[in-house]
């Protein structure tokens, strides 16, 4: 199982940026997934994660500008993000716990990170 996420860039202040994530391999089912970021210094954090039910969770910081969502058929997760700003600045790792075909356990993979610098 690999997970590959794009989007990343360098955007203005106040500008938007769309987050993509791909989960491939040999899945048989899906329970989370989400959207970590970690800035310079800093632990990573959660930003949103998001059920396969399609109930999802924003962190206090992003609610409002950032809106994560989920196609279950294409095992992808993606995150919009709007009115961006400078503090939003890091890497944004995707995250999903699933279940492989040739498991009977559900375990967390992890994409490479994507980095997102806003300018002020």
């Known amino acids: 199982v690999q997970l590959q996420a794009s989007g990343g860039g360098l955007v203005q202040a106040g500008g938007s940026l769309r987050l993509s994530c791909a989960a491939s391999?040999?899945?048989?089912?899906?329970?989370?997934m989400g959207w970590y970021r970690q800035a310079p210094g800093k632990q990573r954090e959660l930003v949103a994660s998001?059920?396969?039910?399609?109930?999802?969770n924003h962190a206090d910081s992003v609610k409002g500008r950032f809106t994560i969502s989920i196609d279950n058929a294409k095992n992808t997760v993606d995150l919009q993000m709007n009115s961006l700003q400078p503090e939003d600045t890091a890497v944004y790792y995707c995250?999903?716990?699933?279940?492989?075909?040739?498991?009977?356990?559900?375990?967390?993979?992890w994409g490479q990170g994507t980095q997102v610098t806003v300018s002020s």
């Open positions: 998001i059920e396969s039910s399609g109930s999802s």
């Open positions: 391999g040999s899945i048989s089912s899906v329970n989370v």
């Open positions: 995250s999903g716990h699933l279940r492989s075909s040739d498991s009977f356990y559900y375990e967390t993979y």
